[in-house]
């Protein structure tokens, strides 16, 4: 009973515990009832009276990508080290017009601007005529809009010298709009390598009127959500040769400028910069020393023929297609562009149908084989068992055509008594092409079997289709054996002989590979490796046969024992050579030309690089051509060796001693 009273008592006596004050509750309620009402009243108010403030600079603010050139990737030569083509930085100066000077008002502004810019120029550069003046900066603000929206920087002088950088960095809290930036100039090897090859440069604003690979890409801008693959307008695109083949590989990624911009198209912020990348790189075939070879010996030729203008080279190694050199000339500076001074030599008539001037007075890059083309013949001759390696045929100097007994001579009238096929080669007879080929040929097929027969031989060797080639713009030839205003004998006729197809020096020396080989149609490659901005390479190109044909090794050998036709330039050469002279003749008496062209594989037992030239005319072949060929094929043994061992490390080494 004690602790019943205890434990009573004890509950009289504590305080009350948990109990929340009723005046701390009044507090908090009437705190948060003047918070939520502030709340209320602030959402109202930005409702209906700043909303639709508000909503009109939502509405009205954008932002704009605004693309910059990517970085585009050099080409080198195939070793790797000599640049042909490369970009160059420099610093520019830009505007951004940050106020609508569409206003006559303000364009005192602009033109103050101007004058500060000017004399700025001026005063680094005195004696530069070709700097901007005042007037001419306002025409490059485009305070107009004529040639882009406001908020696109103004371009208003390439290629700041380092005071003007140094003025303008340093000044440039007093100049709110104006901003150096890094852009890159296209340049190649001042001495001239391989330009046709190499192609060239120009505005991207050009480019969608002449070629349909950038009309394309015009049309597909608005649908890409890529900012890397937009072409800004004045960035450069490749034109021709292997910038333009080869333009997604070089070009890389765009960079851009992010900006706001209001409802007038004006920048509203700063600008963010997101850099451009640099493109890959090309390692081509082309080796410089023996390319220059090539154009010196083309150039040195020209100066002795009295009507020859241009000639055109090309050395192609045998088991891997590459083109070692490719020379089309005369040439142009491609750091020098005027189009006026190189409409006529632009073109890499190597591979292009391109007359050397617009008065037509000389014969255009495509000529007619002439005598090159016998070898050929003679294995189709012996392939569809028109004749065979040891039956002769008596050359009397000429052949007979048709019942009216026209006569077909041999160059000089020659006559060479019974030979040969293979001796047919060496003398170069017209008569014997013409009764043991061409007419036997249409005897045996008839007329349009006949002309198909030799069309599908022409076409397995190259000749009169493309020959895959990675450059653009390739001829693929003049077919005239395929003209039906002539009689099929006359067409065979002629054909047999090398004057009834017109084809390019590329054509020719992917046929002479195919003779070298024995039949094995490689593949002509200008590039060999691609490479990442850090060197790494992402793509080898491999050889590649397109097709092969499938002749006796007999035959063959007839073949490669007739090419020995005596050529005075290549005496003291090295190597046994196979070789075959020739010379088109187009056009008859005061408008007859004669076309100088040659062929030739060496070593000839273990064929390492073939070569074709032709001279269009430059008279006979081995006067004009086969000099050229004779340096280009000592350049490669000096570089490369003809028996892989270069013979010019070989001359170092006995320098050193």
Known sequence: MFNRLRKKKMSNEDPPV????????????????VIFSILIFRLAFVQFVEGPELTYMETSRNTKDIPLAPV?????????????????????????????????????????????????????NPGDKEQPDAEEIVKRLDLDYQKTFGYVPRLVKSDLTTKEIAYFMEKKAEYPGVMVLEENVRKYDPDGVAVQVVGYTREFKRAPDTLKKYKAIRESASTLRDPGLVYHEEEKVGFDGLELQYQEDLRGRSGYQSIDIDARNLPDGTMNLTPPEKGYSLISTINKEIQMVAQQAITDELRKLPKAVTGYAVAMEVDTGNVVAMASMPDYDPNDWDYDKIKYVFRNGTMASFPPDDTKKHTESVVLLGSVIKPLSVLIGLKEGLFTTGQTYHDQGYAILGKDGRQVKNSHSAY???????????????????????????????????????????????????TGVDLPGEFLGRLEYTNKDESALTRLAFASF??????????????????ANKGKRMEPHLVK????????????????????????????????????????????FAYDYARKTGTSEQGTGPKKKENGVFIAFAPRDNPKLAIAVVVPEGGFGSVSASPIARKIFDAYDDVYGLDGTPKGKKDQEKDKE
Do not use: C
């Open 18 to 33: 948990n109990k929340p004050s009723s005046v701390r509750m009044n507090m908090f309620f009437f705190a948060a009832f």
């Open 498 to 515: 090398g004057q009834q197809g017109k084809y390019t020096t590329l054509q020719l020396a992917q046929y002479t590979t195919m003779l």
């Open 529 to 572: 490796e691609i490479r990442d901005a850090d060197g790494n390479v992402v793509k080898k190109i491999k050889p590649k046969v397109l097709n092969e044909v499938d002749f006796a090794d007999a035959y063959w050998n007839e073949v490669h024992k007739g090419m020995v036709t005596r050529v005075s330039s290549f005496e003291g």
């Open 72 to 124: 585009r990737g050099p080409i080198y030569d195939a070793t790797g080290k000599v640049a042909l083509a490369y970009s160059e930085p420099v610093q520019s100066l830009y505007v951004l017009l940050y106020e609508d000077y569409r206003n006559d008002d303000r364009k005192q502004e602009a033109q103050e601007l101007a004058d500060e810019l000017a004399a700025v120029f001026k005063k680094f």
């Open 416 to 466: 060479n008594g019974n030979i040969t096929a293979r001796r047919a080669i060496e003398k170069s007879s017209n008569s014997f092409m013409i009764d043991m080929v061409g007419k036997r040929l249409l005897n045996k097929y008839g007329s349009d079997k006949g002309i198909d027969i030799w069309d599908r031989h022409m076409k397995e060797f190259g000749l009169g289709v493309s």
